[in-house]
């Protein structure tokens, strides 16, 4: 566990981190997209699923809202990763936990769960869809927040 009075925050801040969620198709590459966006450009951040996803719209749509793109930036497994040296893994769904914790058990990674609601199952209006994606989205920038920014 480690001692909020401890060094300082930059001191805490790990070099590379790697968002994971079932499919990479909505949580993890909105947490990369955010991370991105609000931490030192030093900070090695990408995202992956445990299987591969499609890309979806509506990550595009509440992600312009905050004035950020995945580009062209497509879903990607863990298997997919050119880079597998990562010193903190945070997990966002149940699948994508117990994954981590099987590829880093011989390894000295920390893991963290941030389990995140899936949107994908919100029925309704366009709107009331948005706002499930808003809702994961708001939930990320404020634990990015919290673990990285304010610490």
């Known amino acids: 566990m480690e001692d909020p009075g401890s060094g300082d925050l930059k001191d805490r801040r790990p070099g590379a981190i790697l968002f994971v969620c079932g499919m990479n198709s909505i949580r993890s590459p909105m947490a990369e997209a955010l991370a991105r966006a609000m931490l030192p450009s030093g ?26 793109s995945l ?29 981590a914790l099987e590829l880093t058990r011989s390894t000295a990674v920390d893991v963290a769960y941030w389990p995140m609601p899936d949107p994908t199952g919100t029925t309704g209006t366009r ?20 673990r990285f920014v304010r610490g």
């Open 127 to 146: 709107e009331q869809i948005l706002n499930a994606y808003r809702d994961v989205r708001d939930r990320l920038k404020r634990l990015i927040v919290e």
């Open 43 to 68: 900070i090695y951040v990408a995202s992956a699923g445990v299987k591969r996803g499609e890309r979806d719209p509506f990550v595009d749509a509440v992600l312009d809202e905050e004035g950020l």
């Open 71 to 99: 580009g062209r930036r497509q879903p990607q497994t863990l298997e997919d990763l050119e880079d597998d040296y990562f010193d903190l893994v945070i997990t966002l769904s149940p699948e994508a936990h117990h994954a």
